[in-house]
């Protein structure tokens, strides 16, 4: 890299009053000497006409490295004749050495110094008798002790110009990917603001999954059972006892419902499971069912009782009420065992009866329920990362099974 000084006075006024100087010096001291001071002086004219016409009045050339060479060489090789016949021109040679330096570009540095180091040396040892080989030596070693400073001012120009550009790159590298981060930064905020209209949506859509089932697993499963009493009411007109008996459920049902259907939508825990633990809330809802139904429900609790999230608590417990309310309305069982089991890594819940069952794979129109009821089933489920299997054939009973990983697995 070359380090252009364009109209500095360091290049343009310098050389030509340090050349006006000496010329200028020359003239008293040839008369002195006894010599005629006029080849001095043609030489000295003829190199400022060279720099001035090669670089003063054509300052584009300076960008040519051809010319620029050519100029250099011609400096060089008039202040070597210069030198040769009066060395106090060998003052001239920092205005070489700075055209050296600044015009010609790298590894040719090196020769445009070392010949500028050559003339500078040849002017210090202009009393050396170059007649035997200790003054040839001397010379050689004055030249040398010129050249290696400068060259090595040189190299240390070069690995100093090769640093900046590599720091000017590296900074070029770190705005360019600065600008990719910010665009990067731009792209993710939209992706960002993307997800949340998409996860804003994702959740409507649940909620109103969510609110389906619970009015289906509350006032939905009430009202049915509401409806059964008072038909079953209508037709005991005749036997007081019996009409009581079916009018006081409906009551006590469309309390009952009226209750979860307050807490479902303040998204409480339901009922049973504000005053105990998932299986004592099994077992009062399995009591109502079942003074509610006439069929029997025993409920068994197996394994330790591991912890578990409300919501999973709440998801068993929906599961239990929806299959006992579709085995009070479809099966016709006489007996129905509600089984809650803490395994290793899960919590299950099986709900057996023995009535006269269906094809699970039957389509859900078909279905009295139209499916809705399993469907919430394993919605609830499959939100907690569980699992809702049926297992029915007809005449031989329904098994209902949901599993749930406890609290530690589901984390």
């Not at 020769?111 to 040839?136: F, H, S």
């Not at 803490?342 to 069952?357: I, N, Q, S, T």
């Not at 919605?379 to 329904?398: D, I, K, N, Y």
Request: aromatic share 6%.
């Amino acid at each position: 890299m070359v380090r252009r000084a364009g109209g500095t006075p360091v290049l343009t006024v310098l050389p030509y009053l340090l050349l006006a100087f000496l010329a200028a010096i020359t003239v008293p001291v040839q008369h002195a000497n006894g010599a005629s001071p006029i080849v001095e002086l043609v030489l000295a004219a003829a190199l400022a006409g060279w720099m001035l016409w090669l670089f003063t009045l054509h300052p584009g050339w300076r960008d040519r490295p051809v010319v620029m060479a050519v100029f250099l060489a011609g400096v060089v090789a008039v202040t070597m004749v210069l030198v040769l016949r009066a060395p106090w021109f060998g003052f001239f040679t920092p205005a070489a050495y700075v055209y050296a330096y600044r015009l010609v570009r790298w590894p040719g540095q090196l020769v445009a110094v070392a010949a500028v180091a050559v003339v500078a040396g040849t002017a210090q040892a202009y009393a050396v008798p170059l007649d035997d080989a200790a003054g040839i030596a001397t010379y050689a070693a004055i030249v040398v002790a010129n050249a290696l400073p400068m060259c090595g001012y040189a190299w240390l120009r070069q690995n100093l110009d090769r640093q900046d550009r590599q720091r000017r790159q590296a900074l070029a590298e770190v705005r360019a990917a600065n600008e990719r981060l910010a665009a990067s930064l731009a792209d993710n905020a939209a992706l960002h603001r993307a997800l949340l209209d998409q996860a804003h949506q994702a959740g409507v859509a649940a909620e109103r999954q969510r609110l389906a089932r619970e009015i289906h697993d509350t006032m939905a499963q009430g009202l049915t059972g509401i409806v059964t009493q008072l038909q079953a009411a209508e037709q005991a007109a005749d036997e007081p006892v019996r009409w009581r008996r079916h009018f006081a459920a409906a009551t006590a049902l469309a309390r009952e419902s009226l209750t979860e259907a307050r807490r479902s939508v303040h998204e409480l825990r339901p009922e049973p499971l504000e005053t105990g633990r998932l299986s004592e809330a099994l077992a009062e809802v399995a009591h109502r069912w079942s003074a509610r139904s006439g069929i029997d429900a025993q409920v068994t609790t197996t394994g330790t009782v591991r912890p578990m999230g409300t919501d999973a608590e709440v998801a068993l417990l929906r599961v239990a009420q929806e299959a006992l309310a579709n085995v009070a309305k479809h099966a016709g069982a006489g007996r129905v065992g509600v089984t809650l089991s803490y395994l290793a890594h899960e919590v299950a819940l099986d709900v057996r009866d023995d009535g006269r069952g269906f094809d699970p794979t039957a389509p859900a129109a078909r279905r009295t329920d139209g499916g809705f009821g399993l469907v919430a089933m394993r919605q609830r489920v499959e939100a907690r990362a569980g699992e809702l299997t049926v297992e029915s054939e007809p005449g031989l009973g329904t098994t209902i099974s949901a599993r749930i990983p406890t609290a530690e697995e589901a984390g």
